[in-house]
């Protein structure tokens, strides 16, 4: 019995549960008892102890059940002639599971070709295990909810408290995510610091983290000053793609909310929204196969030969339309939300329709427009594809938008791609420049909540 039959089992038994439980606490109420709960929470209590207990169980059984797995395969004949080297090991393990899921046919080892039976029998077994066990918990909270199927008993805060707790397993999973992703950071963080200075990082203006394998090599020592790598970030994403951003988004916004007739937004404003659904990587392709040639030959026209096909400006305005919606949207919804009466009391004293627009409508909906910049820059400065295919991947510290340049996260993807050693301030010097992102981006989603909680105004 595999899981996915004991996982299905365990709802059909929940389900039935539920529907016992309804029948039963309609009948104590044709009795002419009085119900302190509806039978409906009855059901779902009863449905709810079947099945939740059960699946918690199943989640934590899976990963138990990969371990012992794994275990009983190496202590068998075949598996304990496996080399001891790790990698070689679990590359053969691996392809024995492909194997015997019917992934594949044949392995490259003929280790794997051994192993597959010994490992189908022992997957099968520990499913069975495992899914006996929970459809025995499942049965188990079927006859305890059952047998408080009483009048007096009020299901409804059962229902209630299991809803609830659902809710703060939720939010605990959300929060301690986050939470390891920080502590992650810091930690191989500290790691790198302790062997590149703070102040290198931060203040150096040569990155080239190449380092050697042996210090009697040449270049066995890089360098890792990011400034050029977070200048290249706020000019390419805070500075090109805002210039192109903020005002199409912005007036985009205007034109769809104040001038566009209904007909016309319904048909225009999905078809922006498109813009924000559009994957990265075709924006990659588009900036390097049609953006990039068209800003190189534009710049060597007006006399700069050194415009190069990788270029700033390229990625800056691929990026800036990518994030119109971003702008747009924020715009759209701080603008919509102003209310009539204020524009028809500017109406009503003269003023034309520009010039509430600009002297009414635009004040009383900046805090939103900024907070839709703000969180538009953050994720301009996230950027990777884009970035990597029309910008480069040369660290320049440079203001010429027709010279090639390169960001925080292109940088992450070039020092992690491949097998790395993850002793090496190379490597490390990832995880530093991920967590100095993660400060940056944070502080400016920060600002961005701050300006539009200090600033929003509530409209009758």
């Keep these: 019995m595999s899981l996915t039959v004991a996982l299905v089992a365990i709802l059909l038994i929940a389900v ?41 169980f199943l989640a934590i059984w899976t990963p138990v059940q ?6 009983a395969v190496l202590a068998s004949p075949a598996g304990q002639k496996l080399p001891a080297f790790d990698m070689a090991r679990d590359t053969i393990l691996g392809e024995a599971r492909d194997i015997a899921s019917g992934a594949i046919e044949t392995g490259f080892n003929p280790e794997s070709t051994a192993l ?20 025995l918990i499942a049965l188990g909270g079927a006859l305890f909810a059952l047998r408080r199927v009483r009048a007096d008993f009020r299901a409804r805060s059962g229902v209630e408290r299991w809803v609830h707790g659902l809710l703060v397993g939720a939010s605990l999973i959300a929060i301690l995510t986050t939470l ?21 990082f931060l203040f150096g203006t040569e990155w080239s983290p190449q380092t050697a394998l042996r ?50 937004r319904a048909w225009l404003k999905p078809m922006l929204e498109i813009l924000a659904g559009v994957p990265t990587v075709v924006y990659g392709y588009f900036a390097a196969l049609t953006v990039a040639p068209i800003v190189r030959d534009f710049g060597i026209s007006i006399g700069i030969e050194s415009a190069s096909s990788e270029s700033a400006l390229a990625a800056g305005l691929v990026m800036g339309i990518m994030i119109i919606p971003f702008v747009s949207s924020m715009a ?21 329709r520009s010039e509430t627009i600009k002297k009414v409508v635009l004040p009383a909906a900046l805090p939103g427009v900024v907070g839709g910049v703000l969180l538009a820059v953050s994720r301009a400065i996230g950027e990777t594809m ?9 660290a320049n510290l440079t203001a010429n938008p027709f010279a090639s340049v390169t960001t925080v996260t292109t940088q992450i993807v070039q020092l992690l791609t491949g097998d790395q050693e993850f002793d090496s301030p190379k490597t490390l010097a990832a995880f530093a420049l991920g967590l100095a992102l993660f400060i940056i981006t944070l502080i400016l989603n920060l600002i961005a909540l701050r300006v539009v909680r200090k600033y929003r105004e509530a409209y009758e």
């Design 16 to 56: 039935a549960a539920g529907l016992f439980a309804l029948n039963r606490a309609k009948g104590l109420r044709r009795g002419g008892q009085r119900l302190n709960s509806l039978p409906n929470y009855h059901a779902f209590y009863v449905a709810l102890w079947t099945a939740l207990p059960a699946l918690l």
């Design 66 to 71: 990969a371990n012992l797995v794994n275990q």
């Design 116 to 135: 597959a039976p010994v490992y189908a029998e022992a997957s099968a077994r520990f499913a069975a295990i495992g899914g006996g066990i929970a459809i």
């Design 180 to 200: 390891g992703i920080v502590l992650s950071l810091m930690f191989e963080s500290l790691r790198f610091f302790n062997l590149v200075s703070p102040t290198e």
């Design 215 to 264: 210090a009697d090599q040449a270049g066995s020592s890089g360098a890792f000053g990011s400034i050029p790598l977070f200048w290249g970030t706020a000019f390419i994403g805070a500075i090109i793609a805002m210039i192109v951003a903020i005002p199409l988004g912005l007036m985009s916004a205007i034109f769809l909310t104040q001038y566009a007739p209904y007909q016309l």
């Design 332 to 352: 759209d919804d701080s603008i919509a939300a102003v209310p009539q009466a204020m524009r028809d009391g500017s109406l009503a004293l003269g003023a034309t």
């Design 386 to 394: 884009i970035v990597v295919m029309a910008a480069g991947l040369a």
